[in-house]
């Protein structure tokens, strides 16, 4: 079974810049989360998408955004572009539902704002 | 944001030693604990998780106990391996956003031959 698979895996923009990431879950998982990993701040949650529709969302600002297609693909989205959100993006895909099913990460997008 | 403390931040063993990590939480609406094991240039992976019915679980090497009263619980490596050297991530979950992670700061792992 393939694993959840980030695109692209290295991006590098400038402040005032948007950037669009991509996920692909596991396949027949309909719940992906979205983490920032960061040294100063650790691994902070965005939000999750399951079956099109966001079901929690952390403690970022609006420029930070995020949909699911029909496919359980994942995009997420972060308008002006600030120094501060160079990161490691990190998407989780689970069968979701309402029990603690496991959550896969992928490898992550390693996004770099200068 | 709700927290997760975790300790220690890094941590030295030798080849066969027990290497123990320690997380404590404070939101009460917690209710599912995994650990994860991260290696660079690698997404998190869960190692072992335990739900607060129970006061401990064991898989092979890796043991979590749980302190309900106390809201801490922690990792122990037995055998500690060179392999192991990585990063340990505790982490929590309330049942309301099962999928929404507190994860603590993390604990990197270095396990000598």
């Known amino acids: 079974k393939a694993g959840v698979t980030q695109t692209p895996r290295y991006l590098i923009k400038t402040r005032g810049q948007q950037v669009t990431l991509s996920c692909s879950p596991i396949?027949?998982?309909?719940?992906v989360s979205w983490y920032q990993q960061t040294p100063g701040q650790g691994l902070q949650f965005l939000f999750e998408?399951?079956?099109?529709?966001?079901?929690n969302k952390g403690n970022f600002p609006g420029r930070f955004s995020g949909r699911q297609f029909s496919n359980s693909r994942s995009e997420m989205n972060v308008s002006t572009l600030e120094l501060g959100d160079s990161a490691l993006y990190l998407c989780?895909?689970?069968?979701?539902?309402?029990?603690?099913?496991?959550?896969?990460f992928g490898p992550g997008t390693r996004l770099t704002v200068l | 944001q709700q927290q997760v403390k975790q300790s220690p931040q890094s941590l030295i063993v030798q080849k066969g030693g027990i290497s123990i990590i320690n997380c404590a939480y404070e939101n009460t609406a917690f209710d599912y604990f995994p650990w994860y094991q991260q290696f660079p240039g690698k997404g998190p992976a869960l190692l072992i998780a335990i739900r607060p019915d129970v006061s401990e679980k064991k898989e092979g090497r890796f043991t979590i106990s749980f302190n309900k009263s106390a809201k801490q619980f922690s990792l122990h490596i037995m055998d500690s391996q060179p392999g192991d050297s990585a990063t340990y991530f505790c982490?929590?979950?309330?049942?309301?956003?099962?999928?929404?992670?507190?994860f603590g700061s993390g604990t990197q792992l270095t396990v000598l031959p």
């Open positions: 989780a895909s689970s069968r979701g539902g309402g029990t603690h099913n496991e959550q896969f």
């Open positions: 998408y399951f079956s099109e529709t966001q079901r």
């Open positions: 982490a929590a979950t309330p049942s309301g956003s099962a999928r929404q992670l507190t």
């Open positions: 396949s027949g998982h309909r719940s």
